[in-house]
């Protein structure tokens, strides 16, 4: 953020909160919108990303309660 913006804000966040809003909504409305297509397309490729970043493997809910119990007794008796 540049020095000028970053000054803006400072002054914008002592307005009273009705007067942010309304400045708010007239910033959103300034920036163009993605549609809902490429918007879900970004969402799709970050959810790919993230899959194939996890390398881990599933574990049974109760194996993995079993564990972290097993860790908390552990923890705990230090």
Same mark, same amino acid.
């Given at each position: 953020?540049?020095?000028?913006?970053?000054? &803006?804000?400072?002054?914008?966040? #002592?307005?009273?909160?009705?007067?942010?809003?309304?400045?708010?909504?007239?910033?959103?409305?300034?920036?163009?919108?993605?549609?809902?297509?490429? #918007?879900?397309?970004?969402?799709? $490729?970050?959810? *790919?990303?993230?899959?194939?970043?996890? $390398?881990?493997?599933?574990?049974? &809910?109760?194996?993995?309660?079993?564990?972290? *119990?097993?860790?908390?007794?552990?923890?705990?008796?230090?």
């Amino acid at each position: 953020m540049s020095s000028s913006a970053k000054k &803006l804000l400072d002054e914008a966040l #002592t307005l009273p909160e009705a007067d942010r809003r309304r400045l708010a909504e007239a910033l959103l409305d300034s920036v163009p919108r993605r549609d809902a297509a490429s #918007t879900r397309r970004a969402w799709v $490729q970050e959810a *790919r990303r993230r899959a194939e970043a996890d $390398q881990g493997e599933s574990v049974d &809910l109760d194996n993995a309660f079993a564990d972290l *119990r097993a860790q908390l007794r552990s923890s705990s008796s230090r």
